[in-house]
């Protein structure tokens, strides 16, 4: 089956996400002990947002590291997830084609195929013919992880993964630029709205680079900002 819905969900997210960043930012510039500071913070949300927006947007990003975050992520292809488990700073649980048997695997069609409807019947052709391969492999005694060598990068995969606010932030970055695949960039903003709706003073945070720095420094702008060097 083609095409199922992209699902991410935020499962782990701290309740006390800004008392924790506040205490790291007070940390280290206080005499206090880090942990009197958290024990005894009473500064309401303004004074606290105010601090810690100071302290990131003079790159001390380490006060960030503290907050991990968790998604679960359904409906993604694996040539999604090969690119997302390439960013450093995370952890990854995803479906194994090792133990998960694909016969009539659900399959990710890009959308640039989807638009033709001559080569979206030749893709969803080719699908079909790869699920009963797979299917004859196994049913000959051939293990799953012998079998899985054919199928496709467009196969669906689900994916549990892990890091903190710092990556994320960076993973916005990259993956949000208009050059990233459509693909991953859907699900980094999915995943980036959810948190944002928690916590809404990271809306300028989760952006493409070139709206944090103003410029694209990429080789091949794709015109949203002017280039470094233009």
Known sequence: MGNKSLEVSLIGIPSNLLD?????????????????????VTDDKEKKLSLIKRIISSGHYST?????????INNISRAATHQLVRHRHMSFSQKSQRYVKEADFDYIVPVAIEK????????NAHMEATSKLYTEL????????????????????SIVCSLN?????HLAN????????????????????????????????????????????EDNSCGRKPTKNG
């Open 20 to 40: 924790v960043i506040y205490t790291a930012c007070r940390t280290c510039y206080s005499a206090d002990g880090a942990v009197d500071i958290f024990n005894n």
């Open 64 to 72: 960030i590291e503290h907050i991990q975050l968790t998604f679960a």
């Open 116 to 123: 033709s409807s001559e080569l979206l019947k030749k893709f």
């Open 138 to 157: 196994v049913e000959a005694g051939i293990k799953k992880e012998d079998a899985r060598s054919i199928l496709p990068n467009a196969t669906a995969s």
């Open 165 to 169: 606010l710092r990556e994320l932030i």
């Open 174 to 217: 990259l993956r949000l630029c208009t050059r990233a695949q459509l693909e991953i960039r859907m699900a980094i903003a999915k995943m980036c709205a959810l948190v944002i709706e928690q916590e809404p003073w990271l809306t300028e945070h989760l952006v493409p680079k070139c709206e944090r720095l103003g410029y694209c420094d």
